[in-house]
């Protein structure tokens, strides 16, 4: 097994494969989108399965694949097929805005992925182009649909926004009646790519108030291991709900989690700068025995959580988007 300097172990690769997206999240992106990179400063999808290699030969069981919007980068299934060949890759998960996705179910269905995170802000279509800037949710309730009906384990995550979605919180949660999806409620953080300060008003304890006034029985369940989602279940439903403490970081103690940005920056945790350049080392040849010796040493000099490693960025205030971080 892998371990950092503070005896966490470290088993989860979450890997974006691209920048660029389909919806303009508000929280995530402005109107206009990023300075997107350019095709050469992407990693290849060469480089990204030498990662992969290297990684899970170091102990990583599980890799997620998110981005910007993975399902607008070109060849991603034939990316995912070699992906579901890496011997010792226990399992491939995915987080898509569920756009352009259902097409690909029944063939990611085929090569063992089981699990997706779908991103779903409100039942409200209206409410759902204010929020991400276009009209699509006809299609991702349509993925989700095709999700659930091939058996896939679905976690719908929500982004909670004062003052546009704070009405959504029982709609949403009210899903895991009849489904059996668990609904996340993630605080807003202030990744949005854009200028425009994000002041938490929603945090966790918000959120859960707002829950345990329409049920007063919600229930708290053991945490698992390394889970970010603090869960809970709402007597006589189907699903679960849950609530991610991401701006608050309260779960940074047992985070067992990297980060590979679509450029080939390596993260050791959300809220760094970015703490090797792998994709520059590759490129300039390094080989497997050296990559893995950066790797280590970067492992080993992890921030204890994100309050330090936010501190540690000094006078480079976190405002990337987390399209560019791999959300
Ligand atoms: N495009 C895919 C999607 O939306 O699911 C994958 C990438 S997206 C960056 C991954 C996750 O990050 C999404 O669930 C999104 O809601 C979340 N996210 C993006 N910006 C956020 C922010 N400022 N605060 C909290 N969560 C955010
Ligand atoms: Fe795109 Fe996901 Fe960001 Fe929304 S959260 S703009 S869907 S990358």
């Known amino acids: 097994m892998l371990f950092d300097n503070h005896g966490r172990p470290l088993e989860y690769l979450r890997l974006a494969v691209t920048d660029r997206c389909n919806l303009r999240c508000h929280y995530c992106m402005p109107e206009h989108g990023l300075e997107w990179l350019s095709r050469s400063e992407l990693l290849r999808y060469e480089e990204m399965l030498r990662l992969c290699r290297l990684l899970v030969e170091l102990g990583i069981r599980k890799i997620r694949i998110t981005g910007g919007e993975p399902f607008v980068r070109k060849d991603l299934m034939v990316f995912l097929r070699e992906l579901s ?8 998960a995915l987080t898509t805005n569920g756009v352009a996705t259902g097409a690909f179910v029944p063939e990611l269905k085929a090569l063992g992925i089981r699990s997706v995170n779908l991103s779903l802000d409100t039942l409200d279509r209206e409410r759902f182009f204010q929020i991400t800037r276009r009209d699509e ?18 976690k719908i995550n929500a982004v909670v926004m004062d003052g546009l979605n704070t009405d959504d919180l029982i709609p949403l949660a009210e899903m895991t009646r009849d489904l059996p999806v668990d609904v996340r409620f993630i605080e807003e953080m202030p990744f949005n790519g854009g200028d425009h300060t994000t002041t938490l008003r929603w945090n ?43 701006w608050s970081r309260t779960f940074c103690g047992t985070c067992n989690r990297i980060r590979v940005t679509p450029q080939g920056m390596l993260k050791t945790c959300l809220y760094d700068n970015g703490v090797l350049n792998l994709r520059d080392l590759m490129r300039e040849g390094l080989d497997d025995e ?11 000099s992890r921030h204890k959580d994100g309050w330090a490693a936010e501190n540690a960025r000094q006078n480079d205030p976190v405002h990337e988007s987390m399209a560019t971080i791999g959300g």
């Open 85 to 92: 060949r890496l011997d010792g890759l226990q399992e491939i």
């Open 290 to 300: 050296a990559l893995r010796e950066r790797l280590l040493l970067a492992f080993h």
């Open 204 to 246: 966790h304890r918000r959120i859960l108030d707002t829950l345990q006034q329409q049920w007063p029985g919600l229930t708290a369940l053991p945490s698992s291991p390394a889970a970010t989602a603090s869960e809970y279940l709402i007597p006589g439903h189907r699903g679960k709900v849950g609530i991610i403490a991401a």
């Open 137 to 154: 949710q006809p299609a991702v309730l349509n993925t989700l649909e095709q999700l659930l009906r091939s058996d896939f384990s679905v």
